[in-house]
């Protein structure tokens, strides 16, 4: 049973039925009452993918509507929020460490803890909290975000203990609002949860399964944000292009150039899409949309068959080898980044040859490289031929070896081009230079120059190669 369910509807999205529930603002005006004007702040420490930024963007949304204003020094915080992540292991260490930081500000200052996120969805680690962290007010899951001001106004005013933790398959929530952390780029999130239960991975158990938001929605979220001066958009989901429409916009692709017909929006990114559902329809629409960003991230995992297998992945090296032949034909100038998990159990020293293999015949521009690590209900961790830490260290080293051999070679090829940088505003490390991101993600620093600022997009011919970063000069 759904708690705290305002509005409910019952909608059909093709062969689905999604429960689609509408954001009530009754408590949020009930805390702004409480706290009105006496400058209550929140402090928000968010772990994980994009899609958890993009929860805690509305988790601060509803903050501010409330009243509270943001604080990055928790010291100074009314209510600290958690938005955790249980994909990698030491997602729950950084948390652990912290809590233990915060207790005294918990019981000097009365300040509210709260958790929420994927973590929260395993009964495991609630149970923990509530024994060993019993100064937590407030537990809230993946599937109660829209709760968090009646949860609040429970902790904050009637000073209760709230734990809002639902296991669902999944609904729709519209209306939260966003608070974005950027002015120019935003994402959106267009499905949520996954189908595809990879051994090694948690999500599908803390997430739902996939359910895809009514694609009217999406774009005219999406036109909102141009109006508002959004330039760049990325489109959000655990597997984007297993999203389902309905009769006017039924797939993924469908989508993708509806979202790229929107006037104001200079660049679309996606991400993740799923390699076998990566089908010639959207190859075409980006082929034939130039404001698609031409950089895939394309999860492969591994490159061995029967790891592939093993980890219920659904294509094989040479299908993944395919893909990116059938991208290229149509798209020649697009480049890929990719996942790879290292030391998957039962993972032989000639099957990561494959891995080392498939990462030298595709040229990816980026890899985020992980070693596997147990995660507690899934299938993977109960495997008795879990590769030792030591030999699970050695393939990772040889893994960044191999692509760290190849970032020169990569960078040097951009000297001399011009790249489209939107101006994300001046660089960490010398404020004197403007800093910005190419298409494919490469972190390139440029002299100001006074008729652009944060926003612009602006040409840029790419002069030197730093390794972790280009410079060039605006055009
Ligand atoms: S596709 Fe696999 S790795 Fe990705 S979220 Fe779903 S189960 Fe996890």
Same mark, same amino acid.
């Given at each position: 049973m759904l708690k705290n369910v305002y509005k409910c509807y019952k909608i059909t999205m093709f062969w689905e039925e999604i429960e689609l529930i509408i954001y009530s603002d009754e408590y949020t005006k009930k805390v702004k009452n409480e706290i009105g004007g006496k400058n209550y702040k929140y402090n928000i420490n968010t772990f994980g993918c994009e899609l958890n930024i993009n929860d805690s963007e509305k988790i601060s949304g509803m903050l501010e509507d409330m009243g509270f204003l943001r604080t990055d020094d928790y010291n100074e915080a009314n209510i600290i929020i958690f938005n955790t992540c249980c994909v990698r292991e030491n997602a729950e260490e950084r948390l652990f460490g912290k809590l233990g930081e915060i207790k005294r500000l918990n019981e000097e200052n009365g300040t509210i803890v709260a958790i929420g996120g994927c973590m929260m969805q395993e009964p495991v680690m609630v149970e923990k909290l509530k024994k060993s962290y019993k100064y937590v007010d407030i537990i809230f899951g993946t599937h109660t975000i829209q709760n968090l001001p009646e949860n609040i106004y429970k902790a904050l005013i009637e000073r209760k203990k709230v734990k809002d933790v639902i296991d669902i398959d999944g609904e729709i929530v519209e209306g939260i609002p966003v608070k974005r952390n950027d002015k120019y780029k935003a994402s959106v999130t267009i499905m949520y949860g996954c189908n595809k239960f990879c051994t090694y991975c948690i999500v599908p158990y803390v997430r739902g399964r996939e359910r895809s938001r009514a694609p009217e929605t999406i774009i005219s979220e999406i036109e909102e944000l141009s109006k508002e001066g959004y330039k760049e958009?990325?489109?959000?989901? *655990?597997? #984007?292009?297993?999203? =389902?429409?309905?009769?006017?916009?039924?797939?993924?692709?469908e989508l993708l150039d509806e979202v790229a017909k929107i006037k104001g929006i200079e660049i679309i990114r996606f991400e993740s899409p799923y390699p076998s559902e990566f089908k010639d329809d959207v190859i075409d629409v980006m082929a034939r949309n130039k404001n698609i960003s031409r950089v895939i991230h394309m999860p492969l995992q591994a490159g061995n068959n029967k790891v592939l297998k093993e980890m219920n992945r659904r294509y094989t090296k040479e299908e993944f080898l395919d893909l990116v032949d059938r991208v290229k034909r149509k798209i020649p100038e697009a480049v890929f980044s990719t996942d790879i998990i290292v030391g998957f159990p039962g993972?032989?020293?000639?099957?990561?040859?494959?891995?080392?293999?498939?990462?030298?015949?595709?040229?990816?521009? *980026?890899?985020? %490289?992980? /070693?596997?690590?147990?995660?507690?209900?899934?299938?993977?961790?109960?495997? #008795?031929? *879990?590769?030792?830490?030591?030999?699970?260290?050695?393939?990772?080293?040889? &893994?960044?070896?191999?692509?760290?051999?190849? #970032?020169?070679?990569? @960078?040097?090829?951009? /000297?001399?081009? +011009?790249?489209? +940088? &939107? +101006?994300?505003?001046?660089?960490?490390?010398?404020?004197? %230079? &403007?800093?910005?991101?190419?298409?494919? @993600?490469? =972190? =390139?620093?440029?002299?100001?120059?006074?008729?652009?600022?944060?926003?612009?997009?602006?040409?840029?011919?790419? &002069?030197?190669?730093h390794k972790w970063y280009l410079e060039g000069e605006i055009i």
């Open positions: 958009i990325t489109l959000l989901g *655990q597997n #984007v292009n297993s999203y =389902v429409g309905n009769d006017k916009v039924r797939n993924f692709a993972e032989t020293d000639e099957e990561f040859e494959d891995t080392l293999d498939i990462v030298r015949r595709v040229d990816f521009e *980026q890899i985020y %490289m992980y /070693i596997y690590s147990k995660r507690e209900g899934t299938i993977a961790a109960k495997r #008795v031929d *879990q590769v030792p830490e030591d030999i699970k260290h050695k393939r990772f080293d040889r &893994l960044k070896e191999l692509y760290d051999a190849r #970032v020169d070679e990569i @960078n040097n090829r951009y /000297i001399g081009t +011009i790249q489209e +940088i &939107l +101006i994300e505003g001046p660089s960490k490390n010398n404020k004197n %230079m &403007l800093t910005g991101r190419t298409d494919s @993600n490469k =972190v =390139v620093v440029f002299k100001p120059n006074e008729k652009k600022t944060k926003g612009d997009l602006v040409k840029v011919k790419i &002069l030197s190669n």
